[in-house]
């Protein structure tokens, strides 16, 4: 089986621009989460979808937002980009259905993005 | 609620000694919960998990982990560290949250391992 994959791996900006990534999770899993990984902060939740439905979010500004398709597929975006907003975007999907499995996430490489 | 407390941001160990890397969990439900390792530039990879069935788990690379109710801990231990362990760990959570499992991550506990 194929793993998540992201594109693209690596991209730069300038301060203002927006951005859009992509997501790819594992065939059949229906969970997408969304996380941002900095050096000061760490690893940080921005947001989980299931089945194209936002069902939990992170304390992240509204520039920030997501959408997943009917096929899994996922993307998030950025609207006026910031300096601060230079990271890695770590993208994990999961194949939990009911509420006492457990959920284990399988991660992505990750899209390195860069503010200038 | 739940939530992951890892203790020590950077842990650094000899090459060859032990490697304890802590984690306290709070949770109102039976968790589940996980190590996952990151290198470098990758995302992050599975190195073992909890799931209620036996309390002491084996996981990749030597790692194991010790389900411990009482103290809400879960801590990864390795016998005898190598070069090749330095890395970024995180302790997570799984548990029931409005009927669907919920994941909360720890901030990550980077391993040096000095030779």
């Known amino acids: 089986k194929a793993g998540v994959t992201q594109t693209p791996r690596y991209l730069i900006k300038t301060r203002g621009q927006q951005v859009t990534l992509s997501c790819s999770p594992i065939?059949?899993?229906?969970?997408v989460s969304w996380y941002q990984q900095t050096p000061g902060q760490g690893l940080q939740f921005l947001f989980e979808y299931f089945s194209e439905t936002q069902r939990n979010k992170g304390n992240f500004p509204g520039r920030f937002s997501g959408r997943q398709f009917s096929n899994s597929r996922s993307e998030m975006n950025v609207s006026t980009l910031e300096l601060g907003d230079s990271a890695l975007y770590l993208c994990?999907?999961?194949?939990?259905?009911?509420?006492?499995?457990?959920?284990?996430?399988?991660f992505g490489p990750g899209t390195r993005l860069t503010v200038l | 609620a739940q939530s992951v407390t890892q203790l020590g941001s950077h842990v650094s160990v000899s090459e060859g000694a032990l490697v304890l890397l802590r984690c306290n969990y709070s949770?109102?439900?039976?968790?589940?919960l996980f190590w996952y390792v990151q290198y470098p530039n990758q995302g992050l990879q599975l190195l073992l998990k909890?799931?209620?069935?036996?309390?002491l788990v084996k996981g990749i690379n030597g790692f194991e982990a010790e389900f411990k109710k009482s103290e809400t801990s879960f801590h990864l231990t390795k016998p005898s560290a190598h070069m090749s362990d330095a890395a970024e760990y995180f302790c997570?959570?799984?548990?029931?949250?409005?009927?669907?499992?919920?994941?909360?991550f720890g901030t990550g506990t980077k391993l040096q391992v000095i030779p």
């Open positions: 065939s059949g899993h229906r969970s």
């Open positions: 909890y799931t209620s069935a036996a309390t």
């Open positions: 997570a959570v799984s548990a029931n949250s409005g009927g669907y499992q919920k994941v909360t």
């Open positions: 949770s109102s439900v039976p968790p589940y």
């Open positions: 994990a999907s999961s194949s939990v259905l009911a509420g006492s499995s457990y959920n284990e996430q399988f």
